[in-house]
């Protein structure tokens, strides 16, 4: 069956680094998101990865790994209002969107 | 690094204007293009194919009157929101047909947040 496996809550320091692991297994790829959504809102689009490597913007950088089925999304300089939810969802060979269950971020001061 | 450029990424607008969303592919011409629609938690709605010197194919139930879409050269394709309205809010994504000798591939843009207000 096709899943997505992401840790269910973390909680970092202001000012500090965290990262979010996501792995996937999919029937095919053809890429991943990673979006943010804080409660009550919709979810918005902070990343896609079709290759291999690191795509940096800002704070916020999304690492892939295909042989490994592997996704990490890096938050650099935690703001509190980098508290929210972060779900990764991968693309499978019908480009249908496989949602993980989120990542609930904590931020503490 | 990204192959596929979409812009804008973000666009807040008045119920009645238009909006134009601009696909380019960066490093290969793209005969085919596609347009996505996709709402919270679910999966890409594909909402046209977009052939470069034709006219768009548009899939049931999509307005071909209010969402425009021109593919007038090898790299870029747009789609345009015309008289947009809140119900049209959502996230845009399209993405382009690499051809290579023996496959073939999609990649996709980053997407744009519509919202009207």
């Known amino acids: 069956g096709q899943n997505i496996d992401q840790p269910t809550e973390m909680t970092a320091t202001e000012g500090a680094i965290v990262q979010i692991n996501c792995t996937y297994q999919?029937?095919?790829?053809?890429?991943l998101f990673w979006y943010q959504q804080h409660a009550g809102e919709a979810p918005t689009f902070l990343s896609y990865?079709?290759l291999d490597g690191l795509e940096e913007k800002g704070r916020f950088s999304s690492f892939l790994s295909r042989s490994k089925g592997y996704s990490y999304l890096l938050l650099k300089e935690l703001q509190m209002k980098d508290s929210a939810s972060y779900l990764c969802a991968a693309i499978d060979s019908n480009y249908q969107l496989i949602w993980g269950a989120g990542t609930k971020l904590i931020i503490k001061p | 690094g990204a192959v596929v450029s979409q812009h804008p990424s973000w666009v807040i607008c008045k119920s009645g204007t238009s909006v134009k969303i601009e696909c380019r592919s960066l490093d290969f011409q793209a005969t085919t293009m596609f347009w996505y629609r996709q709402f919270p938690k679910q999966s890409l709605m594909l909402m046209a194919t977009s052939n470069e010197g034709s006219k768009a194919t548009y899939e049931q139930g999509v307005e071909k009157d209010k969402f425009l879409i021109n593919h007038a050269s090898l790299t870029l394709s747009t789609l345009t929101v015309t008289s947009a309205h809140p119900e049209d809010s959502s996230f845009y994504i399209c993405s382009a047909r690499w051809a290579g000798r023996e496959h073939e591939k999609l990649f996709f843009g980053s997407g744009t947040q519509l919202s009207v207000l």
């Open positions: 990865n079709v």
């Open positions: 999919t029937s095919g790829f053809n890429g």
